[in-house]
């Protein structure tokens, strides 16, 4: 039996098949994954929501009047006691549709709003990443392949980057550009628009994404393969394209959720600061900033999307760490069949 | 010219009335203590020749003195000029363009030298010589001051401040009669300073004050110490009475939250910054007997710029007039006991105030609702529907609720609107400056002295309006001639009969109303939560509470 078993041809997996069974195995990092897909199901359907509960999250309706078990209730509510001074927004009703989670200092339904925060922070964050994996991975290529002069040029670049702290350059950035917005020649972006956060988050990342890169495409440019392809005519760009960039494929599918988790928090923080998403739209930064005057009488309108997006980045990182572990050839991680 | 004599025995009559034993009895009984007043920062310069806050004008009160001072007390008193340093209200000559004062004799600054006519000599030039922020408005008018503001270091004002040393008089000069001279003379910007005082912003070090307190230390992190001038002698009650605490410490730094508790814990006394919205229904219902809601001169409104589409077009900015709800504004604000609706430019019983409203449901006197029908007929007729309108709004959680309600109003009026937040410290005058572009923005003005000039000629003069500079108050950019020529008229009749000045300043706001150049949002309120053991609280119109005349023991 040993013997003919011994004998028999193993079926081995790809590199990709293994990885995806290993990262399969680990449950932290699957349970994570599903719960980031809920949250990005749950905000991709914010329109749905809105529109089933019949509310405009970004129209101030502060003479509006629900109903609760058959009774009208104001969303404001006016203090009856003593001086009658200052208006309260309406609390939690738990009746979905209905002012689930109460309304903001606008009269504004705070569910719909975090879905439609959620939408946006996810698609500023993920864009971002986008952007920054792009243009971070090609000044890594390109200064880690051709070196010289155009490595020293970048590279410096990098440094320059990478010399200010990441928040106060995307602070300087927004202020300088969040009125205005920006026009180079023919590009031109609104000053509302969330492709301005998208490339500002995006530009102020891109050395943590090019460095690494540069590291491995400069060991790589000195391995036997890349040689054997240069003294055989192959151009550059073929070589990066074909040679290089299949061997740095895993690092960058690695950054993805991390660097989603870094840039979330990073919008977050600048639409606290009123210079990222612009009012009337929301995002989980503004809910959090819209929520700080109400924290008092009203905190779950900024605990909630505080609450949001420290799961959703808690989900990317454990995630991050999950695919990493995953596509570490190296990695403990020992699957039963290999 | 007459006004000025009429006001000025009427202060002498008052001065009598004033010198009731009253204040010296309760002095006896209350004097003591230290008071302990929390604001989220400083108020920038300790230099009352430069510092234009709110916060920093109301702490020199007790401090410094001009030659003349707004009356210390509450209600239209507040209001009135009565003689500070010097003896009585000027003597007027020459057609109204000349003033003498006679100086008090026998006062002394805090560091023990002799107040002399060479102070206030010096103190005039000094305004000029630090490029005062109001030189070139309040001040300009002296005789020199053109010299000194062309050419601000060999500042002499020769001609315009002369002083007689062996008369103890000083001379006050003008190029042209001004009816609000003793107003801005008794503005902290116009208070006499030691001759020795370098002409340079004095920042965070105290400058030597006549008053019966003088500031002891300071750090613009840490807190203000303001103890007793131990050369104080009161020589004026209704000028500058003396105070019941030893102490006044105010500390920076906290937030509104931790103040309001601090106050109600009974370890603070006072708050400068506003109450946190979140905290008004608790307060006005558990704290009732500790909140002192006061009127301001003030208006929260929102500039249309006349020199950009759409606002260029006049029934575009009347439409934005006719559809803003003043009732959610004044909720967004806390509510009626703390803000009233307004649709005209003058605040409520100011000098030249009558109601007037064309932009609501049944125009007449007073705003009842909004007419949004007409509103978007206006938007029709003006051919302005469905441009991009930008609302530039202050970054605090007010300016911005009311910017977001705007937009919405813009948005359903027929235009695409979004709102900008710009940090507090940048918005004033980023909003003032041409080159940005705003076409409609959120903002407030208080009063710098009780006179309707101080609105409509400073917000809507021609010569208000400068192009690409941050400091173009006339933020709309409105310039109309001939209600700029009614303005030059009402301030000459000023100076001769204020009456009839005052009834020329209300047709004015009519007309500067009815032509839409800003939409009157609210008449805010000011709204005192004190600790349980102040005594004696007293609210005076002109520089809010009167700190030192309230007793903590």
Excluded at chain 1, 260 to 276: D, H
Excluded at chain 2, 38 to 52: E, M, Q
Excluded at chain 2, 353 to 364: A, L, M, V
Excluded at chain 2, 530 to 538: C, T
Aim: net charge neutral; charged share 20%; aromatic share 10%.
């Amino acid at each position: 039996m040993s013997s003919q078993v011994a004998a028999m041809p193993r079926k081995t997996r790809g590199p990709w098949a293994v990885a995806f069974a290993k990262l399969a195995t680990d449950r932290a990092a699957m349970a994570s994954l599903a719960v980031f897909l809920i949250i990005v199901l749950a905000c991709f359907s914010a329109p749905l929501y809105a529109k089933w509960a019949g509310t405009d999250p970004f129209a101030s309706t502060l003479d509006a009047v629900i109903q609760i078990d058959g009774a009208d209730v104001p969303v404001m509510e006016q203090s009856t006691e003593g001086l009658g001074l200052g208006y309260t927004p309406i609390g939690p009703t738990w009746r979905l549709g209905n002012y689930f989670l109460g309304a903001d200092s606008q009269g504004r339904d705070v569910m719909a709003r975090l879905l439609y925060g959620g939408l946006n922070s996810l698609l500023i964050s993920g864009a971002a990443t986008i952007f920054t994996l792009i243009v971070g991975t090609m000044a890594g290529l390109i200064a880690g392949y051709f070196g010289g002069i155009t490595d020293t040029v970048l590279s410096r670049l990098l440094d320059v980057l990478w010399a200010f702290p990441i928040y106060l350059l995307a602070i300087s950035l927004s202020i300088v550009t969040i009125a205005q917005g920006i026009a180079i020649g023919p590009i031109e972006i609104q000053s509302g628009s969330l492709w301005l956060p998208i490339i500002i988050i995006g530009i102020v990342y891109i050395p943590y994404v090019a460095r690494p890169i540069r590291g491995q495409v400069l060991a790589l440019r000195h391995s036997e393969f890349v040689f054997a392809a240069i003294n055989l005519g192959v151009p550059g760009w073929r070589i990066l394209w074909r040679d290089i960039l299949p061997n740095i494929t895993t690092t960058l599918i690695v950054f993805v959720p991390l660097m989603m988790a870094l840039n979330m928090l990073t919008e977050s923080a600048l639409s606290f600061l009123s210079i990222g998403v612009q009012p009337p739209a929301a995002s989980w930064g503004t809910i959090i900033q819209d929520g700080q005057a109400l924290l008092y009488t009203r905190p779950l309108v900024a605990l909630v999307p505080g609450l949001a997006i420290a799961i959703s980045v808690m989900a990317l990182n454990v995630f991050g760490d999950g695919l990493r572990d995953a596509l570490d050839p190296r990695s403990k991680v020992r699957l039963g069949r290999d | 010219m007459k006004k000025l004599l009429l006001a000025a025995s009427a202060a002498a009559l008052l001065a009598g009335s004033w010198l009731a034993p009253a204040h010296a009895e309760y002095l006896k009984e209350h004097r003591g203590g230290t008071i302990r007043l929390l604001a989220r920062s400083a108020a920038g310069t300790l230099d009352p020749h430069i510092n234009y806050t709110d916060q920093g004008w109301q702490m020199y009160q007790p401090i410094y003195d001009g030659l003349v001072a707004f009356r210390k007390a509450e209600g239209v008193d507040g209001f009135s000029i009565v003689p500070d340093l010097a003896e009585a209200l000027p003597t007027v000559s020459n057609d109204g363009k000349t003033f003498t004062f006679k100086l008090r004799k026998g006062i002394k600054f805090s560091n023990g030298q002799d107040l002399g006519v060479k102070d206030v000599v010096a103190s005039f030039q000094r305004i000029f010589k630090i490029s005062g922020p109001t030189s070139g408005t309040f001040y300009a008018g002296i005789v020199g001051a053109d010299k000194c503001l062309a050419d601000t270091k060999s500042c002499t004002l020769e001609g315009g401040v002369v002083a007689d040393e062996a008369a103890g008089t000083i001379t006050l000069n003008l190029t042209k009669p001004d009816a609000e001279i003793l107003y801005k003379l008794a503005l902290p910007h116009a208070v006499i300073l030691p001759a020795d005082t370098p002409p340079e912003d004095m920042g965070s070090k105290p400058i030597p004050s006549t008053g019966p307190y003088m500031i002891s230390a300071f750090d613009p992190n840490k807190g203000m110490t303001v103890s007793r001038n131990p050369n104080f002698k009161q020589w004026s009650e209704e000028a500058q009475p003396d105070g019941y605490p030893d102490v006044v410490q105010y500390d920076f730094g906290l937030s509104e939250e931790a103040a309001v508790t601090a106050i109600q814990n009974g370890e603070a006394d006072w708050m400068f910054d506003a109450l946190p919205s979140d905290r008004l229904g608790e307060l006005g219902s558990k704290s009732m007997d500790q909140l002192h809601i006061s009127p301001l001169s003030a208006w929260w409104y929102a500039p249309l710029n006349t020199r950009m589409a759409p606002f260029d077009n006049e029934k575009a900015r009347q439409a934005v007039a006719y559809a803003v709800d003043r009732n959610t504004l004044v909720k967004l604000f806390g509510g009626k006991v703390l803000a009233s609706p307004v649709c005209q430019v003058l605040p409520p019983d100011f000098p030249g105030h009558e109601d007037y409203c064309p932009f609501t449901k049944n125009p007449g006197a007073k705003w009842s609702a909004p007419d949004v029908g007409k509103a978007k007929q206006l938007v029709e007729e003006s051919g302005t529907k469905g441009q991009k309108v930008t609302i530039i709004v202050e970054d605090t959680a007010i300016s911005r609720s009311i910017g977001v309600y705007l937009q919405s109003v813009l948005t359903n009026i027929g235009y695409v609107a979004d709102v900008k937040p710009i940090s507090s410290n940048l918005q004033f005058t980023y909003i003032q400056n041409t080159n940005n572009k705003v076409q409609m923005s959120v903002t407030q003005w208080y009063k710098d002295y009780p006179a309707a000039s101080d609105f409509l000629n400073i917000l809507f003069s021609c010569a208000s309006y400068r192009e690409g500079s941050d400091a173009s108050i006339n933020i709309s950019g409105f310039c109309d001639k001939d209600i700029d020529a009614q303005m030059q008229k009402a301030l000459d009749l000023g100076v001769t009969d204020q009456k009839a000045a005052d009834k020329l300043w209300a047709a004015i706001d009519k007309q500067v109303t009815d032509k839409a150049p800003a939409v009157g949002l609210f008449t805010p309120k000011r709204l005192d939560f004190v600790s349980k053991r102040i005594g004696n609280f007293k609210f005076n119109p002109q520089f809010n509470w009167i700190i030192t005349q309230s007793w903590v023991q």
